[in-house]
Structures are given as C-alpha cells and as structure tokens.
C-alpha cells in the first residue's frame, strides 16, 4: 500500500491568485495569464541566477559538467 502525502496548506500567493481568478476565464485569457506567470518567473529565476553568477561566477567548464549531468533532460516545448 502506498503512503498517502500529507496535505499541505495554501500559501498566501495561492489563496490570493484563488481568490482573483474564482470566475470563467476564456481560453485566449488563460493563455495569457499563463505567459505573464511564465514570464514572471523566469524574471525571478534570471535575477537569482545573476546573484548567484556574481558571487560565484560559473564558467564553461561548469556548464559542461551540468550538462553532463543532466543528459536524459528532454528540451522545452511550448
């Protein structure tokens, strides 16, 4: 028998995002919400990598190295 995870409780941006999107939304609105939170993210993830980048800078060899690491990693389709 598999164990069950246990529940975990809505952080505060979910229950906000619940709250503002409780209605229908066309799917051409959907669409665009899904790209304004994509776009949201990978801002977020640009701006900790370029923390990272300047306390730690990484150079091709580590690119290389991760790249070897990760070689079953399928590419990004849209």
């Known amino acids: 028998?598999?164990?069950?995870a246990m529940p975990q409780k809505l952080t505060q941006a979910q229950l906000m995002l619940l709250k503002m999107f409780s209605r229908q939304m066309?799917?051409?609105a959907m669409k665009a919400l899904n790209r304004l939170l994509v776009e949201f993210y990978d801002d977020l993830v640009?701006?900790?990598l370029?923390?990272?980048q300047a306390?730690?800078?990484?150079?091709?060899a580590d690119?290389?190295?991760l790249q070897?690491?990760?070689p079953?990693?399928?590419p990004y389709q849209p």
């Open 1 to 4: 028998m598999e164990a069950q």
């Open 46 to 48: 640009q701006m900790e």
């Open 55 to 60: 306390t730690k800078p990484i150079g091709q």
């Open 50 to 52: 370029e923390k990272l």
């Open 26 to 28: 066309s799917p051409e």
């Open 63 to 65: 690119l290389d190295k």
């Open 68 to 70: 070897e690491t990760h």
């Open 72 to 74: 079953k990693r399928r």
